[in-house]
T-cell receptor, first 115, second 109 residues
Framework: DGGITQSPKYLFRKEGQNVTLSCEQN?????MYWYRQDPGQGLRLIYY???????QKGDIAEGYSVSREKKESFPLTVTSAQKNPTAFYLC??????????????FGPGTRLTVT | GENVEQHPSTLSVQEGDSAVIKCTYS??????FPWYKQELGKRPQLIID?????GEKKDQRIAVTLNKTAKHFSLHITETQPEDSAVYFC????????FGKGTLLTVNP
C-alpha cells in the first residue's frame, strides 16, 4: 500500500503545542495537498503545492503552515493558533501541471486529537 | 470560488437495488469531476471520474453522468452489494478540487 504515506496514524497533543504531521510520496508527483476532514463536512483544502519550494493557501489555511523543500515531502504544522485542531488530516498527491491526469491519490490519514 | 452541493447526505438501499447520488457545482470553468469512495477509517479512493467534454462514463456497475448546462453530475451504482456501503464524495475542479460533503450509502443484505 505504498505510494503516499502519512505518519503517525494517531497523534495526541495538549492544547497550545505545535504539532507536525508527516506526508511522503514516492510516486514522482509534483503536486501535493493537505485536507482536513470533519464529520459531515467533506474534505476541505488547507494548503497545496504544485512544485518544490512553492505552496499556496487553500480554503482553511489559518493556523496551519507547510513547507515543500523536497519533491517527496510536504509536512503540515498545526500551530497553537488553530482554534479547533482535532480532526482527521489527509495528504494527497497528483502528477501536477506537467501531466494530463488530475487524479489525486490519498494517504491513509492522521487522526489528531488535541485536549 | 467553486461550491459543490451533494445530495442526499444519507442513502439506504436493499441489496440489488440501484443508488443515485447527485451533485451540483457553481463554477462553469470546472472541467473535471471525480467521485471518491471512503470506507470507515480509510483513505478516499477514486472510483470514477469524468471530464467536461464527456456526458457519460461507465465502469461495470458504476456510471457517472454530467450535464454542463445545468451544472450537475450524478453517480449511479447498479446491482448494489453490501461492500458498496461507504461514504461517497463528489468533487469539481476549476484550478483545485472542491468536495461535496459526502453521502453515507448503506446497502442492506
Amino acid at each position: 500500500d505504498g505510494g503516499i504515506t502519512q505518519s503517525p496514524k494517531y497523534l495526541f497533543r495538549k492544547e497550545g503545542q505545535n504539532v507536525t504531521l508527516s506526508c511522503e510520496q514516492n510516486l514522482n508527483h509534483d503536486a501535493m495537498y493537505w485536507y482536513r476532514q470533519d464529520p459531515g463536512q467533506g474534505l476541505r483544502l488547507i494548503y497545496y503545492s504544485q512544485i518544490v519550494n512553492d505552496f499556496q493557501k487553500g480554503d482553511i489555511a489559518e493556523g496551519y503552515s507547510v513547507s515543500r523543500e523536497k519533491k517527496e515531502s510536504f509536512p503540515l504544522t498545526v500551530t497553537s493558533a488553530q482554534k479547533n485542531p482535532t480532526a482527521f488530516y489527509l495528504c494527497a498527491s497528483s502528477i501536477g501541471p506537467r501531466g494530463m491526469s488530475y487524479e489525486q491519490y490519498f494517504g491513509p490519514g492522521t487522526r489528531l486529537t488535541v485536549t | 470560488g467553486e461550491n459543490v452541493e451533494q445530495h442526499p447526505s444519507t442513502l439506504s438501499v436493499q441489496e440489488g437495488d440501484s443508488a443515485v447520488i447527485k451533485c451540483t457545482y457553481s463554477d462553469s470553468a470546472s472541467n473535471y469531476f471525480p467521485w471518491y469512495k471512503q470506507e470507515l477509517g480509510k483513505r478516499p479512493q477514486l472510483i470514477i471520474d469524468i471530464r467536461s467534454n464527456v456526458g457519460e462514463k461507465k465502469d461495470q456497475r458504476i456510471a457517472v453522468t454530467l450535464n454542463k448546462t445545468a451544472k450537475h453530475f450524478s453517480l449511479h451504482i447498479t446491482e448494489t452489494q453490501p461492500e458498496d456501503s461507504a461514504v461517497y464524495f463528489c468533487a469539481a475542479r476549476d484550478y483545485k478540487l472542491t468536495f461535496g460533503k459526502g453521502t453515507l450509502l448503506t446497502v442492506n443484505p
